[in-house]
């Protein structure tokens, strides 16, 4: 979803000849709008297909044209989060630009995110029982939401989560495994062989982590991957 847009939207203007002489072609604001939020949204939706952008305003009255040529040149940054953005816009005729402006804009964005099937306690590890996924707009969070295939084990909230609430990425973390200065055995695995033997940890760590441990009749610290509450994997 991390993309910067920038497109340029190219209108013909058949202009009318009346007596060999070409006549200014005005285009209005509703007209300006529509184009502008028609590009914005092309965009937009090529990696958002349920959302939606809003043009709030377009700051100028009218355009008049002398040419036979319109280029409308957008810009957005939608790689920031937020509901409420601003994009640039800019009118070229025949090369000469005619105005450059900002308009306000809204997103309307919506994913399936893991929401909170009934109230959880913090501390309390999630799993299908308080949890659930659900269609619900993340214009406002679109970094921090949870997705479809997100692995829910060992997870725990780091804060009480209320029925309904959408779960925040920054309020769980990896519920601890291994704990820093814990006895831990260390598998080293080299294709088909392993071997395995007696570390101390050097830092703490949920399962999946990658933590650095301690040898003390190798006099030597090497880092694994932890598997178990009391095991980590090294890939030699």
Known sequence: MKFLFKTALIFLIFVT?????????VLDKDYLESKITEDLNNKY???NPDGAVIVRNV??????????TLVIDTYCDFTTTGRNKLAKVTLTENGNILRTFVVPIEI???DTVLVA???I??????NTSNTKY?????????????????ALENLISQRS????????KRFIRKQTAIYRSNPVTAIFQSGGIRLSIEVTAMENGGIGDYIKVRSKEYNKIYQGKIISSNQVLIQI
Request: hydrophobic share 30%; charged share 30%.
């Open 17 to 25: 000849f009346w007596s060999d002489k070409v006549n200014a072609i």
């Open 161 to 168: 989560i209320k029925a309904g609430e959408i779960i925040d």
């Open 121 to 126: 306690s913090r501390g309390e590890n999630l």
């Open 134 to 150: 659900e269609k619900r707009s993340i214009e406002s969070n679109t970094g921090n939401v949870i997705t479809e295939n997100f």
């Open 45 to 47: 939706k090529k990696n």
């Open 108 to 110: 309307k964005a919506y």
């Open 117 to 119: 099937s009934r109230d």
């Open 59 to 68: 700051p100028i009255i009218s355009v008049n044209l002398e040419g036979s």
